[in-house]
């Protein structure tokens, strides 16, 4: 059940707001429940600042404005794209260790938060509290929390400034930062306990995004999507964005989505085409398989339909590559092309560990200079 609420004071437009929803709402029929709020203060209360507005499961659609009625079935064609954490990205979380690997996700996290608006939560996790190059005073838990933190806002802080990112813990924010109109995004510092892959997780259910360096030092230290990276992609409850050291940010001019049988679900394509967008990036659906393989034709039309629904601005693409190792032949496709960021969605958990078990896939992501972002197709939308 949908829950439609339409604000306004009663005037013409409201009513015009209102005449337009129930012709939508018929060609296109939605099961919901619509409630017309006029009063002052439930107005005010609900975060709408200009009537009439219109909002679908508590999320502001429509502001001060009118939409067509083809708007408004376009709304809600893609209702459910507003639970949909890629499609929201308010929130942004980062893991750290102080290593150069991770300061390169750092800088990846930072201009992302930048570009999408969103809140940065920079995360240490210990599994030992004998961490740290300042040794404290005190055996006492809050003591080296309190150690580490410093050095940890101190690693963001050295890392941003010397990338010119005006992205500071919240602590230091000046006051002019807090200045209608200064977008800064608004960052802060989290020092959690445990074991990385089970502290990150956890936390990632409260995240839109989590972005993790795929080397690092101490417990992180791995081979590049080693048993910390795989444990994460696959346990997150949100997208992951995997950075290899090596990245350089330019953008995202062109993404590869890796196109399986299994990657056909409509909300998931048209999270990414709109992530995309947002890039103002350039979407490849690529699908590796073998010769002959039977079922593509369907499966490129299914794409094509949800492409169009999320109303890009770049052409359609869809490729097919023949060989017998799907990650060798994306990353063929990917040279070929300057693809700047590769998407895999996944239904079943144990897909993306699949992809890395043979040793030449490990190879040929090990020198990959392209981030990867996973999705996980089931847990990746907010509850309701």
Not at 50 to 62: E, F, N, R
Not at 113 to 135: C, H, Q, R, T, W
Not at 223 to 233: D, E, P, R, T, Y
Not at 251 to 270: C, E, H, Q
Request: net charge negative; aromatic share 8%.
């Amino acid at each position: 059940m949908t829950t439609i609420q339409i604000f306004g004071t009663g005037d013409a437009r409201m009513h015009d707001l209102r005449s337009n929803l129930s012709l939508a709402l018929a060609e296109y029929p939605v099961q919901s429940n619509i409630e017309e709020i006029s009063e002052y203060n439930q107005i005010l209360a609900s975060g709408v600042a200009h009537t009439p507005a219109l909002m679908l499961d508590g999320k502001i659609v429509a502001e001060g404005v009118v939409p067509s009625v083809e708007e408004i079935k376009d709304i809600l064609r893609n209702r459910n794209l507003l639970r949909s954490k890629l499609y929201r990205l308010r929130r942004i979380m980062v893991a750290v260790d102080l290593s150069p690997a991770s300061e390169n996700a750092l800088l990846f996290a930072c201009r992302l938060a930048y570009l999408f608006d969103a809140n940065l939560e920079v995360v240490y996790v210990m599994d030992s509290i004998f961490e740290g190059s300042k040794p404290s005073p005190s055996g006492f838990l809050s003591s080296y929390r309190k150690t580490m933190q410093d050095e940890v806002d101190a690693f963001v802080r050295k890392a941003t400034q010397a990338n010119n990112i005006e992205c500071v813990p919240e602590s230091e924010r000046r006051e002019m930062d807090t200045e209608p109109g200064a977008n800064i995004p608004r960052l802060r510092t989290n020092i959690a306990f445990g074991f990385p892959e089970e502290v990150l997780s956890d936390l990632s259910q409260k995240a839109d995004l989590l972005v993790l360096g795929t080397t690092g030092r101490g417990n992180l230290t791995r081979k590049l999507f080693g048993s910390v990276s795989i444990a994460v992609s696959k346990s997150a409850q949100c997208p992951v964005l995997l950075v290899p050291p090596q990245a350089v940010y330019t953008g995202f001019r062109n993404i590869l989505y890796a196109s399986n049988f299994d990657s056909l679900d409509p909300l998931t394509v048209k999270q990414t085409v709109t992530f995309a967008r947002r890039l103002e990036g350039q979407l490849h659906f690529v699908h590796a398989g073998q010769a002959g393989e039977t079922g593509v034709d369907l499966e490129k039309k299914l794409f094509e339909i949800n492409y169009v629904y999320a109303d890009p601005g770049k052409p359609f693409i869809f490729s097919k590559v023949i060989g017998a190792n799907v990650v060798e032949s994306l990353h063929e496709y990917a040279f070929e092309h300057r693809i700047d960021l590769f998407v895999f969605v996944t239904h079943q958990r144990s897909f993306w560990e699949d992809v890395l078990h043979h040793s030449i896939s490990k190879e040929m992501l090990l020198h990959t200079s392209s981030p990867v972002l996973i999705i996980h197709a089931e847990s990746d939308i907010a509850p309701a």
